[in-house]
């Protein structure tokens, strides 16, 4: 794996892979629509075990007891194939180093092929894990004789400490995410980026700040950054990174976890990275929960309709049932498959029409 941007954009990939190891909700039993590539987690999980008995001329497979466990945050293991070639890159972890651990054992990840740790911003839900998860990716790497280490890419503007000031006057805390020096001593080979930067051999491309282009995507609101005793109104979280991969034929796929600067701003500014391209899947939180928040859910969903115009809309984490609601009814059937824990969005490159 090459840590340093080889291009500005990434390659575009015969295959992807959005395997989703933590998010607020499980869900493995609703039908699929049509045309949705979505693969939900007992289908895959049963796919790959053995069977314990047989009936008659059926195989019989025990996988209630194998089921992810979600917790509010949003991990998504992305895997990109060219050719013979294929990286894989860690999308978040979640606030709990021991529940993304063991769903991804439920989930049969091999931790060997985790090359880097990427992380969207600092808040706990989505960091809190990093310095354990990172210890147990470093571990598996070298057992499996890989000399690389474990590239951590992260924003360099750390705050101490953040939280949200609610209307009756209280600010509720996150709590202090890891520090850098907790990830280098758990074996990960820290790098920062605050512009964007294409990455393992151009297949990811992680942005920079995201330009704020919607007149209703104001940011988080009452959200505020300590560093040391001092707190700072900073709703607008300018440390946010999205992801994106390109499948050829398909376009490209949007990972942006908590969508703080609003889920259609991240996906206008991946247009703008990635201009004549479609857009394919837009997985994550796009962050609709909450009286204020919730006032924008109209504008995001037409916005996503008329601008954005995904294949795919994969609402998860801090998206709010109200907004997954609306966005169902303007999206399913074919174009709706929520991000939930377990969940495989599986991408193969399609011809271009001409």
């Known amino acids: 794996m090459n840590s340093k941007p080889l291009h500005h954009k990434s390659v575009a990939l015969d295959s992807l892979e959005l395997l989703v190891v933590m998010d607020n909700e499980t869900d493995t039993l609703s039908s699929v629509d049509e045309g949705v590539p979505q693969i939900p987690e007992i289908v895959h999980l049963a796919a790959r075990t053995a069977p ?100 951590v890419d992260v924003h360099p503007d750390r705050p101490d400490q953040r939280g949200v000031l609610l209307p009756s006057g209280v600010m509720v805390l996150l709590p202090e995410g890891p520090k850098i020096e907790a990830m280098i001593k758990s074996g990960g080979t820290v790098v920062t980026h605050a512009h964007a930067n294409a990455f393992c051999d151009g297949f990811f491309f992680g942005s920079g700040a995201i330009e704020r282009q919607t007149e209703y995507e104001t940011g988080l609101h009452g959200h505020h950054t300590f560093h040391g005793h001092e707190a700072v109104s900073d709703p607008l979280i300018m440390d946010e990174r ?36 479609l857009v394919d899947v837009v997985l994550g939180g796009y962050h609709l929960a909450g009286k204020v928040m919730e006032q924008r859910i109209a504008a995001t969903i037409a916005d996503l309709a008329t601008r954005i115009r995904p294949r795919v809309v994969a609402p998860g984490h801090c998206t709010g049932w109200r907004a997954k609601a609306q966005l169902a009814d303007a999206f399913a059937p074919g174009r709706y498959g929520p991000s939930v824990v377990g969940t495989l969005y599986r991408l193969q490159a399609e011809a271009i029409e001409t």
């Open 52 to 151: 314990s008995r047989h009936y008659q001329d059926h195989e019989c497979k025990m996988v209630f007891d194998q089921l992810c466990c979600g917790c509010h945050g949003l991990s998504v293991l992305v895997t990109g194939r060219l050719g013979n070639v294929k990286h894989t890159v860690l999308f978040d972890v979640g606030p709990y180093p021991q529940y993304w651990l063991d769903n991804a054992e439920r989930l049969n990840v091999d931790l060997s092929k985790i090359e880097c740790l990427f992380l969207s911003h600092w808040h706990f839900d989505h960091s809190g894990g990093f310095p354990d998860v990172i210890a147990a990716i470093s571990a598996a790497r070298t057992k499996a004789g890989l000399s690389e280490p474990l590239i």
């Open 242 to 277: 999205y992801l994106v991969a390109q499948v050829r034929g398909r376009g490209i796929s949007v990972l942006s976890v908590c969508s703080h600067a609003g889920i259609v701003n991240a996906c206008l500014s991946a247009q703008s990275e990635f201009p004549d391209v």
